[in-house]
């Protein structure tokens, strides 16, 4: 989704700005590519720098509640320091490395719901729009592909995918937000827990994966939480038994009444956007899980539901840009 506006704090006559990201959806740390085209206005514009902002859809829980808005977590200086004549077409390529962090947005080509965008900067003469968002896909790491396969292979579902504003505790988390995979349990699993949560935190020197399970409770207990963290590596993920290795997570996980620790500091401190009255990107849609080599595909059931899905990333966009016009 590509939108195209003139430099609106330089007035009508003032060049254009258009980012086309290449095709594929890059891995997290991976090369993010394509090209800023430009074309000049009725004038000559000395352009101070063209900088591309990758911004997340994110949600924040806060003493009045829930709510949702953008938030800002890379920046990039990909061009400038040169004068564009009327008129005149140019465009400028890039090559930038997504953070490590950066959320997981398809899984098998299926959409999570994740929400993230690239908004490209164009400074002129002081001057600084906003002139161009482009909804950005990410793939995930061959560990991370992994492990979601592993859980699938158990039995597994996709429930939803969000973005949750706030810091792990314990963890080398560097953004200001983390991503929620939640989980139906396999049929092994469903007397013990009633969802798992898993979160991703890779690096470049390996990945840490906290697992939250909303425990079931008993005859002489409660319901409670149970939290447990464990660390990977990307190299030789083609040679480990990850279901294996993923039993052994889930077996400690419920067996283990102390939890390793919370998901904390859900504050609302420097949250940035809109609040949003509806739905999540993700809870409702209805999934399958497909073991073996496919493994844990999604599939939404419904084309109303997978259109509520296309309805809200639009929002997105949409909302983005009559902000900026604002």
């Known amino acids: 989704m590509v939108f195209k506006r003139l430099l609106g704090s330089l007035g009508v006559g003032g060049p254009t700005v258009d ?8 891995r997290p740390g991976a090369a993010l590519t394509g090209q800023v085209h430009l074309r000049g206005g009725d004038a000559d514009f000395d352009i101070e720098h063209i900088t591309l902002e990758l911004v997340a859809r994110v949600e924040a829980e806060h003493e009045e509640g829930e709510s949702e808005g953008v938030v800002p977590f890379e920046r990039f200086t990909v061009g400038g320091g040169f004068r564009l004549g009327a008129g005149e077409p140019r465009s400028v390529p890039f090559t930038v490395a997504l953070p490590w962090e950066t959320p997981v947005t398809e899984l098998h080509g299926q959409d999570l719901g994740i929400v993230l965008g690239v908004r490209t900067e164009l400074a002129v003469a002081g001057a600084r729009d906003k002139g161009d968002l482009d909804r950005l896909g990410v793939g995930p790491l061959p560990v991370q ?34 991503q929620e995979i939640e989980l139906t349990p396999g049929a092994q699993y469903a007397h013990r827990i009633t969802e798992i949560e898993v979160t991703f935190l890779a690096g470049p020197g390996g990945m840490e994966v906290v697992l939250e399970a909303d425990k079931r409770g ?8 149970a939290v447990n963290r464990f660390t990977v590596s990307h190299n030789g993920v083609e040679h480990q038994d990850w279901n294996a290795i993923v039993d052994e997570w889930l077996r400690r996980l ?10 904390g500091d859900h504050g609302y401190a420097g949250h940035h956007g809109h609040h949003h009255d509806g739905q999540r990107s993700g809870p409702g849609m209805g999934t ?16 109303m ?3 509520e899905v296309v309805d809200e ?7 983005e840009e009559a902000e900026d016009e604002g």
């Open 19 to 26: 980012t086309v990201l290449d095709p594929g959806a890059p």
């Open 254 to 263: 419920v067996e283990h009444r102390a939890p390793y620790g919370s998901h």
């Open 288 to 303: 399958v899980v497909a073991a073996g080599a496919a493994g844990l595909a999604v599939g939404v059931v419904g084309g």
């Open 305 to 307: 539901v997978a259109a």
């Open 313 to 319: 990333v639009g929002d997105f966009f949409e909302e």
């Open 145 to 178: 592909e992994a492990i979601l396969e592993a859980f699938g292979a158990l039995g597994f579902g996709f429930r939803s995918a969000d973005l949750e504003y706030g810091r792990i505790g314990g963890t080398g988390q560097q953004l200001p937000f983390y």
């Open 218 to 225: 008993g005859l002489l207990s409660s319901g409670h939480d």
